[in-house]
């Protein structure tokens, strides 16, 4: 069972282009196993990369234990390793 608490402290992330929280748009999945994972779907392949940075960079600030990852996205790879290079552990 996934502890919904990381969740919690995402409620007030704003996805840019709707103005609605990235969590009531069903866009975060949690996944813990040996480390907890915070996956981002952007809600199109069409959102401008800094916004799917800014979303990112917001999870990794929010839940600095958590393992960050943009999914089905086409620099989603690319973003996810630079989130995790900054090494977030609370520090923005």
Known sequence: MVDLEP?????????????IPVVKLGL???EKSEKLRVIYT???PFVPPI????VAV???SK?????VIVDRYFL??????????????GQI
């Open 63 to 67: 839940v600095p234990n958590a393992e």
């Open 51 to 54: 916004l799917v940075i800014k």
């Open 76 to 89: 989603g790879k690319e973003i996810t390793e630079r989130v995790k290079r900054l090494g977030y552990r």
């Open 58 to 60: 917001e999870i990794a």
């Open 7 to 19: 969740i919690d402290t995402l409620n007030d992330i704003i996805e840019p282009e709707s103005g």
């Open 42 to 44: 952007p809600p199109s």
């Open 28 to 30: 975060l999945k949690v």
